[in-house]
T-cell receptor
């Protein structure tokens, strides 16, 4: 019974490149959430998705960031033209229902922009 | 404005020295309060959910309590392996779906 799987665990990108972060939710979970965590800071909500739908993207920067959760395959958080300020840990969580029972978190992807 | 505040930001304890972490919140339509533990380099790990004032939950040396405005995470006789960042999150109803608000966490360091 695998938990929430995120890959890669570590990602290094040069400024201006694209970063793609993947998240496979727990089996049976159809709700996915992305959070960003800067060093020594709390988790900041980015986006909430269900299969093929974005439900709440109120935490997503307006530019360069996008997310999807296709019918088949993992959820993808995409950051275009990365800048140094994008360096952070990005966590994905999933739940079986609408943000119910708390979340199960993945181990995160640590993005470093050089 | 909906908000979750945790205090203290950091806490150093000697092994065996009991203490409490605080999570105060101002949200409307509270549906639940959650405590997580986060170890360095890892994702948050779920600990407890509390749904109504007066509710208490226990797990080993940890005990979580909830009032109408705050929650406490009591740590009894902590051990070095309890060292971690403890995160509080509040689930509130917004329009037709739920929303989570996380606090910034309390970093606990238990020295042997």
């Amino acid at each position: 019974n695998a938990g929430v799987m995120q890959n890669p665990r570590h990602l290094v990108r040069r400024r201006g490149q694209e970063a793609r972060l993947r998240c496979s939710p727990m089996k049976g979970h159809s709700h996915v959430y992305w959070y960003r965590q800067l060093p020594e800071e709390g988790l900041k909500f980015m986006v909430y998705l269900q299969k093929e739908n974005i439900i709440d993207e109120s935490g997503m920067p307006k530019e360069r960031f996008s997310a999807e959760f296709p019918k088949e395959g993992p959820s993808i958080l995409r950051i275009q033209q990365v800048v140094r300020g994008d360096s952070a840990a990005y966590f994905c969580a999933s739940s079986p229902r609408d943000r119910d029972y708390g979340y199960t978190f993945g181990s995160g992807t640590r993005l470093t922009v050089v | 404005e909906d908000q979750v505040t945790q205090s203290p930001e950091a806490l150093r304890l000697q092994e065996g020295e009991s203490s409490s972490l605080n999570c105060s919140y101002t949200v409307s339509g509270l549906r639940g309060l959650f405590w997580y533990r986060q170890d360095p380099g890892k994702g948050p790990e779920f600990l407890f959910t509390l749904y109504s004032a007066g509710e208490e939950k226990e797990k080993e040396r940890l005990k979580a309590t909830l009032t109408k405005k705050e929650s406490f995470l009591h740590i009894t006789a902590p051990k070095p392996e309890d060292s971690a960042t403890y995160l509080c999150a509040v689930q509130a109803r917004l329009y037709n779906f739920n929303k989570f608000y996380f606090g910034s966490g309390t970093k606990l360091n238990v020295k042997p």
